[in-house]
């Protein structure tokens, strides 16, 4: 009898110990901590160090760890040369992705095991100038300095997107979104990440590989799509109309349904919270506030499907002011932490992930040499 599980849905591919996602007691965790303490509680700094070093900072080590990143933002020369050579019109994740194998032929990991931490640290301070300098070149027309002193990721990304120092509730906005963004135990983008690891590739082959996965639709590209969606509709009458005529015609809703949680999405809450912050009284905003939300009974009412982490970051990150082809590089730049813990994990018990397929194709052919095989 068939052992395929389609998707691997429900399958136990391996032991972690950095996060829970849809335990029935622990709810979604990361290192035991629950993800309503640490969106609430911690910055994004303290969690990336908890999630790359295995524990929380001291204060000592967290302000050390924000130099070192803050230290980590410069752009080598042959880099820049390669963001400005890719084209304006690529995707922002192309860009990512480029940019991020070409950092792993200028500064190749280190071979000593302690090295991934520096690594991880160096990808999480310079992704913000990779994605912004190849924006801010292409669209705005400028060469920018990405060595601000901005102390925070998310102030860094504001900076340099906005040309100006960030206001602190839109800061601490972006900041929780890192946070909920971190980690997720074994996703596709993730379990990419320790596949490509596991064959004892490099730390920046498994990092190419996991935005490559992150890139798609079904994935990360979710939040994206949601904001497309959102944009179609003037009003929540428009839709509700729309939403049922692509629920008629079989279609996806981007931004709705999970693979592992079943009820609600514990991140979707936080986020649509700050969605409906910084929409205020700006009747522009609170229209794409009210399309979102109706779009959120209509699947509830007629799919029981509830949004996930993607869709109401569609909107928090409209009302920040970042362009829509940006929304899924942010993504990337908050859960480059989130893998690089499960590349150090996976180093540290390694053994090659290769599953087995069930053949489906043809039985035993005989084969017939080209030139008897007729035109
Ligand atoms: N819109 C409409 N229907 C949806 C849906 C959505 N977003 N998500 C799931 N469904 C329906 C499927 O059509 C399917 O219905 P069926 O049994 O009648 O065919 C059923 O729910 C199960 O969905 P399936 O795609 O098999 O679940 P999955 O576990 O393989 O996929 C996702 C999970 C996340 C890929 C899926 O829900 C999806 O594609 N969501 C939209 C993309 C998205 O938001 N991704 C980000 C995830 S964090």
């Not at 395929?4 to 996060?19: D, M, P, Y």
């Amino acid at each position: 009898m068939s052992q395929n599980r389609a998707g691997l849905a429900g399958v136990i591919a391996g032991q972690t110990a950095i996060s829970t996602v849809g335990d029935e007691h622990a709810g979604l965790t990361y290192r035991g901590y629950a993800i309503d303490d640490l969106a609430t509680g911690a910055s994004f700094e303290e969690v990336a160090y908890l999630l790359i070093h295995g524990r929380l900072p001291t204060r000592n080590e967290l302000s050390v760890f924000q130099a070192r990143l803050i230290e980590s933002r410069y752009l080598p020369p042959q880099l820049v040369n390669v963001l400005e050579t890719i084209p304006a019109d690529a995707s922002p994740m192309d860009v990512l992705r480029t940019g991020v194998s070409m950092l792993g032929t200028l500064e190749p990991e280190p071979q000593d095991a302690a090295g991934l931490g520096g690594v991880a640290e160096r990808l999480v301070g310079v992704l913000p100038s990779m994605l912004l300098y190849w924006f801010n070149y292409h669209v705005n027309g400028r060469r920018i300095d990405v060595e601000t002193s901005e102390r925070t990721v998310a102030g860094q990304f504001l900076r340099l997107m906005h040309g100006a120092a960030p206001e602190s509730r839109a800061e601490q906005a972006l900041a929780t979104s890192l946070i909920l963004y971190a980690e997720h135990e074994f996703n596709a983008s993730t379990f990419t990440a320790r596949v490509i690891t596991a064959t004892q590739a490099d730390f920046y082959a498994a990092i190419t590989g996991a935005i490559g996965a992150l890139s798609g639709p079904l994935h990360g590209g979710a939040n994206e799509q949601a904001m497309a969606l959102i944009d179609r509709f003037n009003d929540p009458q428009q839709a509700e109309a729309g939403v049922l005529d692509m629920l008629a015609t079989k279609q996806k809703i981007m931004g709705f349904g999970h693979r592992v949680y079943r009820e609600s999405d514990p991140r979707s809450t936080i986020i649509q919270g700050w969605a409906r912050l910084l929409a205020g009284d700006d009747a522009g905003r609170l229209a794409v506030y009210n399309v979102s939300t109706r779009i959120a009974e209509v699947m509830w009412r007629e799919k029981k499907l509830f949004p996930n982490a993607d869709f109401y970051h569609a909107s928090t990150y409209r009302f920040l002011g970042i362009p829509t082809a940006l929304f899924t590089p942010i993504f990337v730049m908050s859960r480059l932490t989130g893998w690089a813990a499960h590349i150090i994990e996976q180093r540290a018990d390694n053994r090659l992930i290769r599953p087995s397929a069930e053949y489906v194709g043809p039985d035993r052919q005989t084969f017939v040499p080209i030139d008897r095989r007729g035109q």
